[in-house]
């Protein structure tokens, strides 16, 4: 270290002062869980995360709706960065319910000794970026401002909820309530005339599980939906062996994989076989469940008529499960091409409308005028309610992290910087923010991939950046504009090489949120390919970043990488 960085680090430090951290963590989910471990443990670092809820699980710990369960095989839904971790914990069923992936995060929390650098029930109310400290100032409803070099969000893509505007709502003296902001101690829906508007993949979890109590479920669908049967089941002593001894196996081929999966998607495309075989592909997949039904076939994301053998096929089976023509009519009414939206897995979905106490309201054809003091009043008629489910879904990818009241240089807010929908490098940094890094943010595959696998390569190359930048003594680090640039044109030509832009309103697209601009938010080149991207970025000495360092003259001097 030079003598002109000593002087300038001590200054730095004065003016710090002792509190001063090197890294604030927002969010104590998968995201932030791990990235406060790497900078912690392994980089030596002080860092701390801050948390709102009371405990760690991020999306998680928000997310306990009736029928709340992973829609990844749990094998795979885990940190695979320690064997030691996966080898002593064991997931009881093929896709883990809410809790248990609670349970889970405690028990990873409580191995790794995370939660003293942890500081729960405290909301960020602003960060803001203090240029001639270096510093990111982040204040909480608590009254106090932390202070830190790096500021690293990992707020998660799914944890704003989107809780609609509908007239009247706040005039329901019955109870309504958003899947995303469920109460912890549950609802008792006994013998409750029950409504639940909204059929994404949260509402299709719900739907069987409300049935079971409620005197009476009304469910109101704008958009009707695929949905393939989870076939979820308990682990066998087997599988669970299996998995414990092959994880440098299943480690490899999710990080291999499209979508970071534990499966490859199959080498043919749909009219490589016949018409026969293909009806038998598909009833297989059918069989076996889960996300592998979208892997049978190569092209099936690319191809509209290879997709629309997918979509019929579909929806053939929602008119051999539900029994009334005109609720199935309704139910297989989609609009979208199959996968182009998040293809919800389900348990007992489309059977629930075969029970009596269990009707449809296709909002296409009768649309929500108001909600009025007694319930939900349509075009066509009123439903009297005791209780309002909104499983209306979330301000995706963007949501949260404009929630957080960022600003940066020359007091430029995030919401102002994306006023046009958001601009990234690799989903990581944003121009204007130095030192601010996004995990899993709109322009990385976060969503469109098993989110586990995702978060863990975002925090190794953040890590590993702070780790250059620490050893190098490198004051700040932001993307190029013109870096930025290209990567949201990737980002689009990449989307627009699928069929994903012809569900117009997918939440992927912000359409779900009304006046939030259309930009389609998540990589969707696949994973694999993302992870090869980001390497080559860093074998070319970090290719798109620019790195800056103080000097003792308080000159800004730019690092050669």
């Known amino acids: 270290m030079t003598n002109a960085s000593t002087a300038r680090d001590g200054q730095q430090a004065k003016e710090r002062g002792a509190d001063t951290l090197d890294a604030v963590i927002i969010g104590a989910g998968f995201s932030g869980m791990y990235q406060l471990h790497l900078l912690r443990d392994r980089l030596g670092l002080k860092a701390r995360v801050i948390e709102r809820g009371d405990g760690v699980g991020g999306t998680w710990y928000w997310n306990r709706y009736p029928g709340a369960r992973c829609d990844s095989e749990s094998h795979s839904y885990s940190y695979y960065f320690s064997d030691e971790l996966l080898k002593e914990w064991e997931w009881s069923e093929r896709y883990p319910q809410q809790p248990e992936i609670v349970r889970y995060l405690n028990f990873v929390a409580d191995k790794l000794d995370l939660k003293s650098d942890i500081q729960f029930e405290t909301t960020v109310t602003a960060a803001r970026y203090d240029e001639a400290a270096n510093l990111w100032r982040i204040e909480t409803d608590a009254g106090e401002t932390v202070s830190a070099k790096y500021l690293i969000t990992a707020v998660g893509c799914l944890s704003s909820a989107n809780v609609p505007d509908i007239p009247g709502r706040d005039r329901f003296k019955g109870d309504w309530y958003h899947t995303g902001q469920w109460p912890h101690e549950g609802v008792d829906f006994t013998g409750k005339r029950v409504g639940q508007i909204g059929t994404g993949s949260t509402g299709i979890q719900a739907v069987p599980v409300i049935a079971e109590t409620a005197q009476h479920l009304t469910v109101f669908q704008r958009t009707a939906n ?140 009768t649309p929500i005028v108001e909600i009025t003091e007694t319930g939900v009043k349509t075009t066509e008629r009123e439903y009297d309610l005791d209780i309002i489910v909104f499983a209306t879904g979330f301000d995706a990818m963007t949501g949260s992290l404009l929630k957080l009241g960022i600003v940066g240089r020359d007091g430029v807010s995030l919401n102002e910087a994306w006023v046009a929908g958001p601009r990234t490098y690799l989903g990581i940094q944003v121009v204007g923010f130095p030192n601010m890094f996004t995990i899993t943010g709109p322009g990385s595959p976060s969503v469109l991939c098993n989110m586990p696998v995702a978060i863990e390569q975002h925090v190794e190359w953040i890590t590993d950046c702070i780790e250059k930048m620490e050893k190098e003594d490198i004051d700040r680090v932001e993307p190029t504009e013109p870096a930025v640039a290209n990567w949201v044109d990737h980002v689009n030509e990449v989307a627009n090489a699928t069929l994903l832009p012809e569900a117009g309103h997918s939440w992927y697209l912000g359409a779900n949120v009304p006046g939030k601009p259309r930009v389609f938010m998540p990589y969707a080149g696949g994973m694999n390919r993302f992870r090869k991207i980001c390497d080559d970025v860093v074998a070319r000495g970090y290719d798109g970043f620019l790195f800056t360092r103080d000097r003792a003259d308080s000159r800004t001097e730019t690092v050669n990488a």
């Open 226 to 365: 695929y949905s393939i049967p989870a076939n979820n089941h308990p682990l066998s002593a087997e599988f669970k062996a299996w998995a414990r001894e092959n994880i440098d196996e299943i480690r490899k081929t999710m990080h291999t994989s499209t979508n970071g999966h534990p499966f490859l998607i199959e080498d043919r495309k749909v009219f490589d076989v016949s018409a026969e075989e293909r009806r038998e592909i598909y009833e297989k997949a059918w069989e076996i469940g889960g996300l592998r039904f979208r892997a049978v076939f190569q092209d099936i994301l690319f191809d509209k008529a290879a997709n629309d053998t997918a979509a019929d096929f579909l929806k053939s089976k929602i008119g051999e499960i539900v029994k009334d023509p005109e609720t199935a009519k309704n139910l297989a009414a989609i609009d979208h091409p199959f996968a182009t939206k998040r293809p919800p897995i389900d348990t007992g979905y489309f059977e629930a409308y075969n029970r009596d106490n269990v009707s449809l309201v296709n909002l296409r054809e």
